[in-house]
């Protein structure tokens, strides 16, 4: 809290509450062996709410609910994790598990398989082997509640009234896109934090994002449904995946196919923008909506389009994509624009002595340069930090502050990552913080780096700076906000990225090994 206002309120789950003082019992964790805990017979999950060994009420579990194999993998890849409580009481000199029955249940089977019916033995077993560290799981920190009456109200809020909302799809796809950047671009690493079923849902991440913005961008919108294709709660993305990359009607209509991670058009950008702002619109109209129903076949989709969305501009041919800013580029470079005075698809001739389709292909970005000044350069660096790096001396800010924002902030993690690894200070950042894991944020680290003896004080400046959320624009949370472009638009301005990176930059000199010419 602000201002230094330190006093808990601690809820009491009868009614009462209690300021400060001695902890309350649902915030304490106690180790108790697994082995030892006792499910609990009168558990409302199960059909049988009489006493009985684990063993039955384990094979009841397994019966009747299908998601708890899924479970007990879950556990057995990733450990067991702590984000929600287990309750138990103290009973008849055993503890018995009010809350978590399920979890401890799946604990108990990859600790001891036989507990499983004959017929699925084989499945757990094959499970428990895959279990790095079955040590770790014999013992775990729980909650003991003073009674099931004191827990009732939690458990029954738990279970009846989720405290947590489900992302919509957006949002999803936004927190997937904030990990990738995290992560340093690798899908593999990012599939792995977020425990994400395969690659193939960050590249649908990275594709559903792109369709978003290219519909937030078409300027044949109105305010007001602009503001209702920008809304992530109520906009139905899944249904525009639909038309434009799952039906053939669309992408026929349309003339876009997926290659990968890319959007490509094949049309002129006229023609695209016309086609693909009367379905947008479609979907966000008040009266009759397009909704998944209504196109869940071809050709209902055909129909539609044909009903529905008049198009004036000559079709063309073209080889555009769609950049992860939502803008229309040519599909073999993003320095040129789409030529919309000839209607066609070809990109504008680059002047003469400049790339196609490169940094340089743009008066204007040739004028302005990137981010970082041409004067500084990196005398030695892994290739993708050498990659960012140079790529944020010609990207302009002007042109493509998204991609700049982005860019700044994984070059900031990259850097912080590597310098820790120059300089052989894993072992210090995993004694600081118990575990690596828990170090894996951005922020960690820079906490880390600010206690080092030798950082440099201007550096220490910067990270200090970096915190100082409530009187400076020049944040972490900020930076953080850059992956999120809906909501950081107002901020992704060429003044604004240049003032982060004048702050950024005496840290920058002191993570990576720059050379001013």
Known sequence: MQGGFKTRILWNYRGMTTNGGDMHWSEKRHLLSVRAMKLWHRNPRLVKNVPRPTREIIGEILEHDKEFGDLVRGIAVEGFQYFDMVVVVHENNRYVVIEGNRRVAALKLLLDPSLAPRTKR??????????????????????????????????????????????????????TLDRLAECGGDISETVRVCALQGDAEVHDALVGIKLHRLAIAMTGLTDAERTAVADPYGFPI???????????????????????????????????????????????????????????????????????????????????????????????????????????????????????????????????????????????????????????????????????????RVLLDLAVTHYIEEKNLKNDLIAAFGTYEKARELKPR??????????????????????????????????????????????????????????????????LDIDVA
Request: aromatic share 6%.
């Open 122 to 175: 084989p499945t757990y077993r094959r499970l428990s082997a895959e279990v790095r560290d079955t040590h770790a799981l014999e013992k775990i920190r729980v909650t003991i509640a003073p009674s099931v009456l004191d827990a009732s109200a939690f458990i029954t809020r738990r279970h009846t009234k989720p405290p947590i909302r489900k992302w919509e799809p957006l949002m999803q796809y936004h927190w």
């Open 238 to 408: 899944t249904t525009l995946e639909r038309a434009v990359l799952k039906h053939d009607a669309g992408k026929k209509f349309l003339g876009v196919k997926q290659q990968g991670d890319d959007l490509i058009i094949e049309t002129s950008p006229s023609y695209f923008e016309q086609a693909f702002t009367s379905l947008v619109r479609l979907l966000v109209r008040e009266v009759s909506p397009m909704t998944s129903r209504t196109i869940s076949t071809n050709e209902q989709l055909d129909d539609v389009i044909r009903a529905s969305c008049p198009v004036t501009a000559e079709r063309g041919t073209g080889a555009f994509k769609v950049s992860m800013e939502g803008q229309i580029v040519p599909a073999r470079g993003v320095g040129a624009t789409p030529n919309r005075a000839t209607g066609t698809g070809q990109p504008p001739q680059a002047e003469e002595g400049t790339k196609p389709g490169g940094p340089s292909g743009s008066a204007k970005q040739r004028r302005e340069r990137g981010l970082i000044p041409q004067s500084l350069r990196l005398r030695s660096a892994p290739p993708r930090i050498n990659a960012v790096f140079n790529d944020l001396k010609y990207i302009s800010p002007s042109a493509r502050p998204n991609t700049v924002g982005v860019m700044l």
């Open 446 to 511: 820079l906490t880390f780096l600010l206690k080092r003896i030798g950082l440099d004080d201007g550096a220490k400046r910067t990270i200090q700076k970096l915190f100082r959320e409530e009187v400076n624009f020049v944040t972490l949370d900020t930076l953080n906000m850059f992956v999120h472009s809906l909501h950081a638009m107002p901020l992704l301005t060429k003044s604004k990225l240049d003032s982060f990176w004048q702050a950024l930059q005496p840290l920058f000199m002191e993570l």
